[in-house]
């Protein structure tokens, strides 16, 4: 599995201009959390600590700045007389838990039947992304992206797909490493008809 965090950052800091933006009190959090950890925030190596995990919790927390929904705005009507369903699979994600603030990280599978619009596929990664990019819990997660599919698309039917492992369940509590959840939302005719919401699953290749 890829490293959860991105190193991009770690390169030597340009000492206090970089931290400039970050308030006082969030570095200072972040100090009382290590020590609340048992280290000395003060010791060499985590002297820069604070900045980095300031400007870490930017990236994994920017799905605040969105309207995930917005990025459905933009959709197709020329689809050449398309009706079956579009699926986009394996979208990796990371998210954290509103529980512990620890990383869910999973993929996630959506699905629509569309009426007369589609929509670029790269926005619904973007949907998904807005919405992981937040503290969560996987079923409200789950819910978020089917909703804003259907609101956004209007199409005849929605399927969501959520399978994640919680580092709260496998880094601490239970210890249950290799553990996954799923979850998911059917909407339109992928809940009211089995035979559609087989038909989804099999694309989706879950339940055999
Ligand atoms: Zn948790």
Redesign the pocket.
């Known amino acids: 599995m890829a490293d959860y965090h991105t190193h991009d950052d770690d390169e030597p800091l340009s000492g206090e201009d970089r931290d400039a933006s970050i308030p006082a009190d969030v570095l200072d959090a972040v100090r009382t959390l290590i020590r609340w950890a048992g280290d000395d925030p003060e010791r060499e190596g985590l002297h820069d600590t604070p900045g980095r995990v300031a400007r870490a919790y930017r990236e994994y927390f920017k799905g605040y700045a969105e309207d995930p929904e917005g990025h459905l705005a933009r959709t197709f009507e020329e689809v050449g007389g398309y009706d079956e369903i579009v699926l986009l699979r394996d979208i990796p994600f990371q998210s954290h ?6 990383p ?1 990280i999973g993929k996630c599978h959506v699905a629509y039947l569309p009426t007369t619009r589609v929509v670029g596929i790269s926005k619904l990664a973007r949907v998904v992304q807005g919405y992981a990019k937040r503290l969560q ?1 996987q079923e409200r997660l789950t819910a978020e992206i089917a909703d804003a599919i259907q609101h956004g698309l209007h199409p005849r039917g929605v399927a969501v797909v959520v399978e994640a492992s ?4 496998s880094a601490r ?1 239970v210890l249950t490493p290799g553990v996954s959840m799923i979850t998911s939302r059917m909407m339109g005719v992928f809940r009211e008809d089995e035979r559609s919401r087989k038909e989804v699953l099999a694309l989706m290749k879950i339940g055999g």
Do not use: Y
């Open positions: 838990c509103e529980h512990h603030m620890a869910i819990v919680h580092a709260c369940m509590g």
